[in-house]
């Protein structure tokens, strides 16, 4: 088989609604720059062959200063364009709101998304299960993605699904995608956040949904254990890991734990908040305000 061209794995090739919209803004945003890209060369060319030395018919009014219609021209076409990029812009930001659900005929598929250094986890609440470094979603069926970071603040971008957006840690985003063809879609880090996030990458491997309830009922019964507090603490501790790993059950609320706490790695690891020093657990840190 022949290795796929570049951009068969990025925006130029959606696989879900979001990213087919999103290439429309991009192909409609790229025609309207050329309408005025492609003008302003073919009359510098032209004035640079009209106006050469060895033209007599050129004329050089070396007096002249001002013309009125030259002005026009030369502000109106920018501020048309500045409008329907504009314009675009504003429809498209409120067409494709990452908070608004998308709609589809069955039900919603929840996700939590941790980042983490340098990797990605990713919770399945509903079905009580998570995965390290791999997103299995069904086709067809609209995903509910809240994000959150553990550590530093990142970015997560599918882009063939669409609409990147970022992870802080101690507050929630919402991302609402969908993938509407099987096939696996890398994803990564768009975010620079120190040496080794380029490999910060994970696949998004999207199945028919009698395959999903495999994998779910596959994973339950052969993957590493429970991911509690314990498990999660020397999982973010490790700045490498051997990926994708799944876990076959998931403490409840661990989302909400890392989202309130945003304790450090080895508080999570020793399965308390001690201080440095103490001999007794220290109080935990206040909760931060949550933004949904």
């Known amino acids: 088989m022949e290795p796929s061209a570049p951009w068969q794995h990025g925006v130029l090739d959606p696989q879900g609604p979001v990213g087919a919209a999103e290439r429309t803004i991009l192909a409609n945003a790229t025609v309207i720059m ?51 990029l504009g314009g675009i812009a504003w429809v498209g930001a409120h067409d494709l709101d990452p908070h608004e659900p998308l709609m ?50 990142n970015s997560f971008f599918v882009p063939q699904l669409g609409s990147q957006i970022y992870t802080m840690a101690g507050m929630t985003t919402t991302l609402n995608l969908r993938a509407d063809r099987a096939g696996t879609f890398p994803g990564l880090s768009a975010q620079f956040s120190g040496d080794g996030f380029s490999d910060m990458r994970f696949d998004t491997r999207a199945v028919a949904p ?45 989302f909400e734990t890392i989202l309130q706490l945003s304790a450090p790695a080895k508080a ?11 001999s007794a657990p220290s109080s935990p840190p206040m909760p931060t305000q949550v933004m949904n």
């Open 268 to 278: 999570f690891a020793s399965g308390t908040t001690t201080a440095p020093g103490s």
């Open 210 to 254: 009698a395959q999903f309830d495999a994998w779910v009922a596959r994973t339950r019964g052969s993957a590493r254990g429970t991911l509690d507090q314990q498990q999660y603490g020397q999982l973010a501790s490790a700045a490498r890991t051997a990926s994708p790993i799944t876990y076959s059950a998931v403490e409840p609320r661990l």
């Open 104 to 153: 589809g005929g069955a039900k919603p598929l929840e996700v939590q998304v941790v980042s983490l250094d340098w990797k990605w986890l990713f919770i399945y609440p509903d079905q009580g299960l998570a995965s390290l470094d791999e997103l299995v979603v069904p086709v067809g069926v609209p995903l509910r993605l809240r994000l959150t970071s553990a550590t530093v603040m």
């Open 34 to 84: 050329l309408a005025v890209i492609i003008p302003v060369i073919l009359l510098t060319l032209t004035f640079a062959w009209w106006f050469r030395a060895s033209n007599p018919h050129a004329k050089r009014r070396l007096d002249w200063a001002y013309s009125g219609s030259i002005e026009v021209t030369v502000w109106s076409i920018p501020m048309l364009v500045i409008l329907f």
